[in-house]
């Protein structure tokens, strides 16, 4: 009797463990899928400014026909790409890469520079910039926690049971992208 | 992120019993002096202060004072930069949602945060704080009053906030009710004897005591918290060098926010009412002296997470325990700060005349522009009267503007 009851208290509190283990593992992996859409919305904020921000700049960079046709195909590249996280990763970095080069050449158009427009444009698009570097913080902080708690010790045993995957992360800019763009005048 | 906040969830918990525990035995021992046999009206009476006091500023709080500090509410119309800032923190810091954005039209650079929790959350800042800081100050700034949210820090100093209010005013009206009407009562009942003496003894020494006692608390509370605001801020931005600088920008202002009282200089990033003695510290400061927090940001050595932040501050003050709580410095995981950025494009004076140009926005003047390049920018008493260009002498209708 003192021994069924013991064994029932065992199996009660066992199941309590494996409950509460695999919540927060679920908690982990929608943290994950939350922050990844965070990044998603900044992404498409970008791909949707890019186009005012092209039409802006027309007028005064004539002679940067190729700046801006980068950024162009850039963007639709962006938006066309089809893979996973790691590939989604590659096409916007070199994204931002362009945009870099773009408001560098801008620099030597004081005209443009003066423009209210390309001034609320360049500052929503920095800002976006920002958001997305700082939503990919985030996302990778969430990851880094998922995929802890999936090899570590024990939940790894629950995230094996439930076949709970590793998360890729977003990278940052590889070492030849973290180059100061090179502006030729 | 989230170890902090639990953390924080469980230290305030104990932390309000405490204070919970101190109110009720005021309220006992009071009632108990006043009247043989009338400590349960006491505490009665010490419960319903307390409740009333709390679901007012529970729903009513953060309006309250907003309004106390004379905040406006803006939209992102009236200064992109300023909410394009908090939407990038509100994003580095999890939150669910972007908070409210206030400004506070004053020359003395300060900022705060309120809100019972992150759904209901608001940030204002003041219009020194936009003249004086660049983008990369401002984020920091920031990112601390967004930690103050994140952190559930609101809500607690809010809570402690009231039971010692709650508490020194029990004592305020015990000692008063002692001085004037209860001296005759306590001859007529002499017959009480030595238990009742006793009583009264007690009672006077926690009316002197309870009050000392529960803002120590709170001002320890309110110092921690800011130190971990301050972790936070360099966790979300990775850089902890804006919030120093910021720090160090807004404590060299010499300019004194004019809607700042003691109630209120808690929230705020630098307390507000300290202009002239910062630097220093005693246990009464809601504060930890500036200087202190400005090396502690900068002796981080090339981390942002709140290992580095821990480190540095044990190495700062000499001190052997750390401010982030255990738990989570055992989750934290590495951050490297990021490099500088380069320098702000926008120098004081352009910011001086956008901030200016929003609070002139925000009270109704009229923009007009002039053929000649000339701005002019007219009272909203001057609404359908026409008035001529100081510059060239065109004349113009000034009509409402949609601007």
Request: hydrophobic fraction near 45%; charge should be positive.
């Amino acid at each position: 009797m003192m021994f069924g009851i013991f064994v029932l208290v065992l199996i009660v509190v066992a199941a309590l463990w494996v409950m509460g283990m695999y919540n927060s593992l679920v908690g982990s992996r929608n943290e994950v899928k939350n922050s990844w859409s965070q990044i998603e919305v900044q992404l498409k904020r970008r791909h949707d400014l890019i186009p005012n921000l092209v039409e802006a700049v027309k007028g005064y960079m004539g002679h940067e026909r190729g700046t801006l046709e980068a950024v162009t195909k850039a963007r639709q590249q962006a938006i066309d790409v089809t893979g996973g996280v790691e590939e989604r990763a590659k096409v916007e970095n070199a994204l931002s890469q362009t945009l870099r080069s773009l408001f560098a050449v801008a620099e030597a158009y004081p005209d443009l520079k003066a423009n209210q427009n390309f001034l609320a444009l360049q500052e929503e698009l920095t800002s976006t910039e920002n958001k997305i570097s700082f939503a990919r913080q985030y996302y990778n902080d969430a990851v880094l926690r998922l995929n802890n708690r999936i090899q570590m010790f024990p939940s790894n045993i629950i995230a094996g049971m439930f076949t709970f995957q590793m998360e890729k992360f977003f990278e940052v800019e590889t070492p030849e992208d973290r180059q100061v763009p090179q502006v030729k005048f | 992120m989230w170890e902090l906040v639990r953390a924080n969830q469980r230290r305030a918990a104990m932390l309000v019993v405490v204070m919970a525990g101190l109110l009720f035995l005021v309220g006992f021992v009071l009632g108990e002096a006043l009247a043989p046999g009338g400590g349960t009206g006491g505490l009665f009476i010490a419960f319903v202060i307390w409740v009333v006091l709390t679901l007012v500023s529970y729903y009513q709080g953060d309006s309250i004072f907003l309004t106390l500090a004379g905040a406006r509410r803006i939209e992102k119309k009236d200064n992109p930069v300023l909410f394009n800032v908090v939407e990038e923190m509100t994003i580095a810091a999890g939150l669910p949602k972007l908070p409210d954005i206030y400004v506070i039209d004053d020359a003395a650079p300060n900022a705060f945060a309120t809100g019972r929790d992150p759904q209901h959350a608001a940030v204002a800042v003041t219009a020194g704080l936009l003249e004086t800081l660049s983008r990369d100050e401002l984020q920091g700034v920031v990112a601390h009053e967004l930690g103050h949210v994140a952190n559930r820090d609101v809500l607690y100093m809010m809570m402690v906030g009231i039971m010692m209010g709650t508490i020194v005013m029990l004592a305020d009206v015990g000692a008063r009710v002692f001085f004037y009407g209860g001296g005759r009562r306590r001859t007529s009942s002499r017959s009480g004897g030595q238990g009742q003496l006793i009583i009264v003894i007690v009672a006077i020494a926690l009316m002197i005591l309870a009050p000392i006692i529960a803002q120590l608390i709170y001002l320890a509370i309110s110092r921690r918290r800011e130190y971990l605001a301050d972790a936070s801020s360099a966790l979300y931005t990775r850089y902890p060098e804006g919030l120093a600088s910021a720090l160090e920008k807004i404590s060299h202002s010499t300019a004194k926010l004019a809607s700042a009282n003691r109630a209120t200089a808690p929230m705020y990033i630098v307390n507000p009412l300290a202009v002239s003695e910062r630097g220093l510290s005693d246990l009464t400061s809601t504060h930890p002296p500036t200087s202190e927090r400005v090396r502690i940001l900068r002796s981080m050595g090339g981390g942002a997470g709140l290992k580095s932040y821990d480190e540095a501050f044990r190495k700062v003050t000499g001190r052997a325990v750390g401010v982030v709580p255990l738990g989570s410095l055992a989750a934290a995981q590495a951050a490297p700060a990021k490099a500088a950025a380069p320098a702000d494009a926008a120098t004081r004076l352009e910011r001086v005349r956008a901030t200016t140009d929003m609070l002139w926005r925000l009270n109704n003047y009229a923009f007009i522009a002039c053929g000649c390049g000339t701005t002019l920018k007219v009272p909203p008493a001057y609404l359908g009267r026409e008035i001529a260009c100081p510059h060239c002498g065109t004349v113009h209708r000034v009509e409402p503007t949609a601007a």
